[in-house]
């Protein structure tokens, strides 16, 4: 999640296990589940919805 604030998204809500991050000019949300290890899929999914690279990630990973 720290990462895609980073970026400039944001929490929009929370609902069960699931955390919904939103930014303006992106056409999707982000939608995080809340658990101890979240699967790479999920990573994968949420970086190309996001609109960023690989690169990116972990240019972002090593600043936070």
Same mark, same amino acid.
């Given at each position: %999640?720290?990462i895609? &604030? &980073? /970026?400039? @998204?944001? +929490?929009? *809500?929370?609902?069960?296990?699931? !955390? +919904? %991050?939103?930014?303006? $000019?992106? #056409?999707? #949300? =982000? !939608?995080?589940? $809340?658990? &101890?290890?979240?699967? !790479? @899929?999920?990573?994968?999914n949420?970086? *190309?919805? /996001?609109? =960023?690279? *690989?690169e990116?990630f @972990? &240019?972002i =990973? /090593? $600043?936070?």
């Amino acid at each position: %999640m720290r990462i895609f &604030e &980073e /970026a400039g @998204f944001h +929490v929009t *809500r929370t609902k069960g296990d699931h !955390v +919904v %991050m939103v930014k303006t $000019k992106s #056409p999707r #949300p =982000l !939608v995080i589940p $809340k658990w &101890e290890n979240v699967p !790479v @899929f999920i990573i994968k999914n949420n970086l *190309r919805s /996001a609109g =960023l690279t *690989r690169e990116q990630f @972990f &240019e972002i =990973l /090593a $600043k936070v």
